[in-house]
């Protein structure tokens, strides 16, 4: 059992290192740009001061998230893409720079192209404005905006001319010096460097290998929207989504599982029925439905009030330790039953039907052919391998201990992990959604790390040592 268990323990680390790699790569692709949200700028800065001051913040803040570095190990490309475009700073920038690149064949001339226009940006910030030359300084940045995503070349040529007619006298010589560029990128094409394959080799010292070394000495990255570790964020939630999961779970199988055996046991009887068609009822229900309604009807307002209404006044922290204790237990009554009636249900009908497949094998006939009772029978023969199917669920229930409800801890307003990853996902925080995701995955390892444990438990058969 021991040598199974470290090889499970072994095999979760290629898993993990896939997981991981997933969870990075999509993080990376998601759509905004990270610098930008946390440093909440909109638009385009009106004085030349301000724009570099701006870039400036952009640079310094990139620098500290960690993404001017390469994105992985290696990258597997063609040749017309250097080893260097990751330090471009703007993403928009770098896809622009590598279709051309891609199209023209040679980096050099592209480069000059980019930085001949970066030039005439700030030639055109630097002008002072006047109330004769807004309107044209307002025009001159948005031509030169468009050319920052444009690749064709019949469009970059028109916008060119464009430009052209907006420019200032101080500024021709830039102008002509983004024209020369442009058209020595487009007269010495390049073809055939895409063709040939080229792989860079970047070292450890890139975004992977510092997010997936960070993850697991508990740095978590910065919530893009608190500006706050996404570590202190996480366990202010989880503080609160922990508890009551593992509370729910608890329950659950506790209240199911003798349920399930009762039902099997009296099948046909009215009590039996009763318990079924109630757990059905509950099991068909949505659980924002019934939260809703508990909250309409048990908390306050037009009707009962036994329950403090959701959002309500926090629990004073000098308030006596006994108080403390049955005022949360009071308040999360209705939370706990929303979370725990529906896998209660599954439950008690997985195992009222294991139960019942079960009591009709040979072995359990024979059981009762020797005489014995048939409460012993359900107990020690019928109950173990129902318990199979059960243990089973466990892998599958065990991440929501951390993942929460967002439904139910919404409804009642419940500042944990559910709530915490849903408004993470409105607010495009993806440090704290990539983390809750990392953490759910390693949980559905250890719960079926632990089903497999159980079912050896359970069923002294199962063996996982190799038999000679």
Request: include cysteine; proline fraction near 4%; glycine fraction near 6%.
């Amino acid at each position: 059992m021991l040598r199974y268990l470290l090889r499970r323990i072994f095999l979760f680390i290629p898993t993990l290192i896939a997981i991981s790699l997933l969870t990075f790569f999509i993080s990376i692709n998601a759509p905004g740009d990270p610098v930008e949200i946390m440093l909440n700028r909109m638009g385009n800065e009106s004085q030349h001061a301000q724009k570099l001051a701006a870039e400036n913040d952009y640079s310094e803040l990139r620098h500290k998230l960690g993404f001017d570095l390469p994105i992985f190990y290696f990258s597997f490309t063609d040749a017309t893409v250097p080893d260097t475009l990751y330090k471009i700073p703007k993403k928009e920038h770098r896809e622009t720079l590598k279709r051309l690149s891609n199209e023209y064949g040679n980096w050099g001339n592209v480069s000059e192209y980019y930085f001949a226009l970066r030039k005439i940006e700030n030639a055109v910030f630097s002008i002072e404005k006047n109330k004769y030359n807004t309107f044209r300084i307002s025009e001159a940045k948005t031509v030169v905006n468009e050319l920052y995503g444009m690749q064709d070349e019949d469009k970059i040529k028109n916008t060119l001319v464009k430009l052209s007619n907006q420019i200032f006298d101080t500024l021709e010589n830039s102008r002509r010096q983004l024209n020369d560029a442009f058209n020595k990128m487009c007269s010495e094409k390049n073809s055939y460097s895409k063709y040939i394959p080229v792989i860079h080799w970047y070292g450890f010292n890139n975004q992977y290998h510092h997010w997936l070394i960070n993850f697991f000495t508990g740095d978590f990255g910065i919530s893009y929207q608190d500006k706050l570790p996404v570590k202190s964020v996480l366990y202010n939630a989880l503080g609160k989504t922990l508890g009551i999961s593992l509370l729910s779970i608890l329950l659950a199988y506790l209240i199911a599982i003798p349920l399930g055996v009762y039902s099997a046991v009296k099948k046909g009887t009215r009590k039996e029925k009763t318990i079924t068609t109630t757990l059905f009822v509950l099991y068909s229900l949505p659980n924002f439905w019934i939260a809703t309604m508990l909250v309409v009807f048990l908390c306050g307002g037009d009707y009962l009030s036994w329950f403090p209404a959701p959002g309500g006044a926090p629990i004073p922290n000098d308030a006596p330790l006994w108080y403390k204790f049955s005022e949360g237990a009071y308040r999360l009554l209705l939370p706990l039953f929303c979370w725990t009636y529906g896998s209660l249900a599954f439950i008690s009908r997985q195992m009222r039907g294991g139960i019942l497949a079960s009591i009709t094998q040979d072995y359990i006939q024979t059981a009762r052919a020797k005489g014995l009772d048939e409460k012993q029978i359900i107990r020690k023969h019928a109950l173990k391998n129902s318990l199979l199917p059960v243990i089973t669920l466990f892998a599958s229930i065990f991440p929501l201990a951390i993942s929460g409800s967002f439904v139910i801890e919404t409804i009642f307003n419940i500042p944990g992990m559910g709530k915490l990853s849903l408004d993470a996902l409105y607010a495009r925080d993806y440090p704290i959604i990539f983390t809750v995701m990392m953490f759910t995955a390693i949980l559905t390892m250890l719960g079926n790390l632990v089903a497999d444990i159980l079912y050896a438990f359970v069923d002294p058969r199962i063996s996982y040592t190799k038999k000679t």
